[in-house]
């Protein structure tokens, strides 16, 4: 057993590692995700989750409903601390996971994953009461600046897989494609809705023409328009994952692959927005009301899927009640994944699955690295194909509530703050 | 009784010898020239503004506010004698308080203890320890017992509250926070006026026409008339505020209002915190600087400062409660766990005091250690049912109690401040010196919580010459101070337009660097928020219909978002601060910390 191995396991226990544990951890982290780049491709199945925010034992129960890592292949959005009490071991076990497995974890950025955030909303406080100094605080920080600023999933299936589950609800009548698929914790299916039928579709068509052909889009068969549609089987159009959501700086995804991600997050800016806006019932763009980031419309959602080549952008960053929730004509889906936010908001959390294409038409090797970006998807161009929205993948999600608190003892008191003293 | 329990002081150190405490002074009306009430203003814009705040008289002022009210809480040891006449004892407690005395734990401490009883009562013949619990029958709501002012100021809160009934909860989805909180301000906002003249104690009356004349008044007022219009754009209200607002409006009304509302949360991002808690005891502070509260000439042991926080602090907290529970209030910058509390303060540090050991003298410094007897043990706050039993009688107890109501899972896990603290061994006066010790630098001392705070002549942005250097916590290091740098950067437009909005008026949003949106939202922004309709139903198109097409924002836009430089704060209008706009709408939404 490796050390790794062992300090998986020690995690997993909800006990954190020595300080210098952590510190070689956030080095070996550092350099996996280093080679990777702002947007990282991800083949499908995989499993999206969207905030965490140390909520440990409930990531616990993620891992129970999803599937253990590394047999799920995993794609996390961000905000894996703050606010909780355990986000120190929550952070520090999907960091192990993913040098452990790099291709099988995807870790993105937060607009927690940040060392201002953090010391206001309690990474920072948890740390020193944990470790009895900053340096952990310290060395996660540093990893913050590398993880990826979203991620790029292509090879999603059109159709549903077999549920593991039992299915409590008889399938739908032949002919009816399954586009989406809720499952409760135990993984019987809750509700199945099949596609729309053509009318939607045209209706849907019309509504889309009114807008006008984006212009940023290169020719037929230049690099702009390297295009993964068509040519490498991607029927279901790529899902942008990112944590928070569009940024008017920001018309394709290729411009995310510009940025120089590794800094603190900037206050405004492109890598702030794509970390910090929200969509919202509005036309065009508006202001946040967080301070931060933007608010974007469904117009902005549409013509930004329409010129990547997207089918869906998947975001987490708002909590919803039901744990996920589609907008737009399912342009957008934010997934949230703490249940009982805070210990009192009564939600409950989901994850989306997205399945293998079985199609046979091939799929991306998976790659971390640099290389071969431009086959990411989202340079995508438009030129050979109408302007319509793509079908998106079959999505299954599972719903799931707060984990029993039972089997948690209650602690010793720690030495409060300096204030007591 | 707790074992920590120091027992006093032999009587024999004299209870003359202790200077006066500071007390927050009270201004004479008849002095030349009269008074000047200025329009609270918004003066913390940036991060290191907060240092300029913790050297200003207003921070004395809140400073010496909290601490008087405080020390007026602590159990008194009262010479039977001469305290029965005077003062209105509760004998109930202290008989108790004998009775039920625990048995200590070993025989040695026992014959200590009784030792020590025994030359206590030898020393100190006919002593009894006087606690100050909360009124107990509170259910009726009105206290005959009180002076007029705490009554009027219990039937204000008590018009407050029952605007929620006028302002019912939105049935409909929605994410988190109640779009009709957004209603109940704004009837708060248009009736404050007429509550205020209504019920404010009679002694603050005595200072109207001070200051500034009639016509002066008239021209703010007006003023203000035409910004609440703008920003609050409701049918009905303003015939009400019409009628409410008689041409006798002076400005210490003004100057208290701004307090007054901002004590009630936000109703742009549906939220409370600590800073509206300040707000609303600066509004008490600035009702005993204009002689508000009568009585407290005679008053030398704190008896109309412990009216004031047992008679209206928490009747305000029950309010605030409500309004939370009502409207799903989030918690302003909310830390999550490693808050001490979701939305309060207040109650830890009067609550402590509460149960803090006895002082013999109205002027001894409040202890910093020690329990009164009979309190219940720091520890109790982990028992639900220990809580339920003293959260009648103590502030403490109380906020406790209201953790466990909107709270599930471990107490040491979704409180681990609090849970911590409950190990403390060295009795409840060790907490009230830690509470406000915390209060200074996780409050006071942080630019989310006090930037909102208005100033004006009653606390002023003026320095304190007196004032000390304030003492920099790790906390206050690491907070945000980058909003000025990022001023900076944007074109220096760090300071917007100062708002003589309380912090509840305040629109918020804007960063300054935040840039102009290519477009005002449209009419879609002024609409109800989302359905949350089946996540996986089909829109029949709200939103996304042809009207959005024509609205459609091209990329590039020359002015937009994109490559325009910064113009400068946005105008008002660009972002109604009505928008019931969904990211606004929800629990515990990050908000940037160096956000205006």
Not at chain 2, 412 to 419: A, G, K, N, V, Y
Request: hydrophobic letters at 35%; charged letters at 25%.
């Amino acid at each position: 057993m490796s050390d790794l191995d062992r300090a998986i396991a020690q995690l997993r226990a909800c006990r954190p590692i020595p300080e210098s544990d952590v510190r070689e951890l956030c080095h070996k982290a550092r350099e996996i995700l280093i080679e990777e780049g702002n947007v990282v491709t991800v083949n499908a199945p995989v499993t999206i989750c969207g905030d965490i925010h140390g909520q440990f034992h409930d990531l616990m129960e993620l891992f129970r409903v999803g599937g253990d890592p590394p047999d799920t292949n995993y794609l996390f959005m961000g905000d894996f601390v703050d606010r909780g009490f355990y986000s120190l071991e929550t952070f520090l076990l999907l960091l192990c996971l993913k040098v452990r497995y790099p291709d099988r974890m995807t870790l993105i950025r937060g607009n927690h994953e940040s060392r201002q955030i953090t010391t206001v909303y309690g990474f920072y406080d948890e740390c020193y009461r944990k470790y009895g100094s900053a340096n952990v605080w310290r060395y996660c920080c540093d990893v913050f600046d590398y993880l990826a600023l979203g991620a790029i999933v292509l090879g999603a299936s059109n159709t549903i897989s077999p549920s593991a589950g039992e299915s409590s609800i008889p399938t739908t009548p032949e002919g009816d494609e399954v586009e989406i698929e809720v499952c409760n914790a135990q993984g019987e299916v809750m509700s199945r809705f099949p596609r729309p039928n053509n009318g939607t579709n045209s209706d849907l068509q019309s509504r889309t023409n009114g807008i006008p052909p984006p212009s940023n889009t290169g020719p037929p068969g230049s690099g702009a328009s390297g295009s993964s549609r068509g040519t490498v089987g991607n029927p279901a159009g790529a899902v942008l994952c990112v944590h928070g959501g569009l940024s008017p700086l920001i018309d394709k995804v290729d411009k995310i692959r510009l940025l120089d991600r590794k800094q603190e997050v900037p206050h405004e800016g492109a890598m702030c927005d794509l970390l910090w806006s929200d969509p919202d019932e509005i036309d065009g763009w508006g202001l946040s009301p967080r301070g931060a980031g933007f608010l974007f419309g469904a117009d902005i959602v549409k013509v930004f899927n329409h010129r990547n080549d997207l089918s869906l952008i998947a975001r987490a960053h708002q909590l919803v009640m039901e744990g996920f929730k589609e907008m737009f004509d399912a342009s957008i889906v934010t997934v949230w994944s703490a249940p009982n936010y805070c210990y009192r908001c009564g939600n409950v959390a989901a994850l989306l699955e997205l399945s293998e294409d079985d199609s046979g038409l091939g799929v991306l090797a998976r790659n971390n690295g640099d290389v071969n970006r431009s086959d990411g998807g989202g340079g995508g161009g438009l030129g050979e194909s109408e302007p319509q929205p793509m079908k998106g993948p079959a999505r299954r999600y599972r719903v799931f509530q707060a984990a029993p608190q039972d089997s948690r003892g209650m602690p010793a008191k720690k030495p409060v703050a300096d204030y007591f003293l | 009784m707790d074992p920590t329990f120091k027992p006093p002081p032999p009587v024999g150190s004299s209870p003359t010898t202790f200077p006066p405490l500071p007390k927050l002074e009270i201004l004479n009306p008849s002095t030349l020239p009269p008074h000047r009430f200025l329009r609270p203003a918004k003066r913390i814009n940036e991060g290191p503004d907060v240092s300029h705040f913790l050297t200003s008289k207003a921070y004395r002022d809140i400073c010496v506010w909290i601490l008087q009210l405080n020390h007026a809480l602590v159990p008194r040891i009262i010479k039977k004698s001469t305290a029965a006449p005077t003062t209105a004892p509760k004998p109930t407690d202290e008989q108790k308080a004998e009775a039920n005395e625990e048995p200590p734990k070993d025989a040695l401490a026992a014959k200590l203890q009784l030792l020590r009883k025994k030359r206590d009562e030898q020393l100190l013949p006919r002593e009894e320890i006087k606690t100050f619990p909360l009124p107990s029958s509170r259910e009726g709501g009105l206290d005959n017992q009180e002076p007029e002012s705490i009554q009027k100021l219990q039937r204000l809160l008590k018009k407050v509250e029952a605007i929620i009934d006028e302002a019912p909860p939105d049935p409909g989805p929605r994410r988190f926070g109640n779009v009709s909180f957004r209603t109940w301000y704004k009837l708060l906002e248009s009736r404050a006026d007429g509550l205020l003249r209504e019920y404010l104690p009679g002694g603050v009356l005595r200072w109207e026409g001070a200051g500034t004349t009639k016509e002066e008044r008239q021209n703010k007022e007006e003023e203000e008339g035409t910004e609440t219009e703008t920003e609050t754009e409701t049918e009905g209200e303003s015939d009400k505020k019409t009628n409410e607002q008689k041409p006798e409006v002076v400005g210490p009304l003004e100057e208290l209002k701004a307090y007054f509302l901002g004590g009630f949360g936000s109703a742009q991002r549906l939220d409370y915190g600590t800073g509206h808690e300040l707000s609303f005891m600066m509004f008490l502070g600035g009702l005993w600087k204009l002689g508000g509260f009568e009585g407290e000439e005679n008053d030398e042991d704190g008896e109309v400062e412990r009216r004031i926080v047992l008679g209206v602090v928490e009747p305000y907290l029950r309010v605030i409660r409500r309004l939370i529970l009502t409207y799903t209030l989030e918690p302003a910058g909310s830390h999550g766990v490693w808050g001490l509390d979701d939305h309060s303060f207040i109650p830890y540090i009067f609550g402590s005091a509460q149960y803090t050991r006895p002082i013999s003298s109205p002027n001894e410094p409040t202890p910093l250690e020690g329990s009164v007897p009979n309190a219940p043990k720091p520890s109790d706050i982990t028992k639900a049912t220990a809580v339920e039993r003293y959260r009648t009688e103590n502030m403490y107890f109380s906020a406790i109690g209201f953790i466990n109501d909107v709270k599930k899972g471990p107490f040491w896990e979704h409180s681990p401040i609090l849970f911590d603290v409950s190990g403390i061994k060295d009795g409840w006066g060790k907490i009230n010196k830690g509470m406000i010790k915390m209060f200074n630098a996780e409050v006071l001392s942080k630019f989310p919580v006090v930037q909102h705070f208005p100033f004006g002549s009653l606390f002023q942005w003026e320095k304190d010459p007196e004032a000390g250097v304030p003492v920099q916590s790790v906390h206050m290091q690491n907070q945000p101070v980058a909003s000025a740098a990022s001023a900076a950067v944007t074109g220096g437009v760090g300071i917007p337009t100062e708002r003589p909005s309380g912090p509840g008026g305040v629109t918020g949003t804007a960063a300054p660097w935040a840039q102009a949106p290519a477009q005002a939202p449209g009419a879609g922004a002024g609409m109800p928020p989302p359905m949350t309709a089946a996540p996986w139903a089909r829109s029949s198109g709200a939103g996304v219909g042809p009207s959005t097409a024509n609205r459609f924002t091209p990329f590039k836009p020359s002015g937009g978002p994109g490559g325009a430089p910064n113009t400068g704060p946005p105008p008002p209008e660009s972002f109604p601060s009505g928008t019931p706009g969904t990211a606004s709408n929800q629990f515990a939404v990050t908000k940037a910390p160096w956000a205006k």
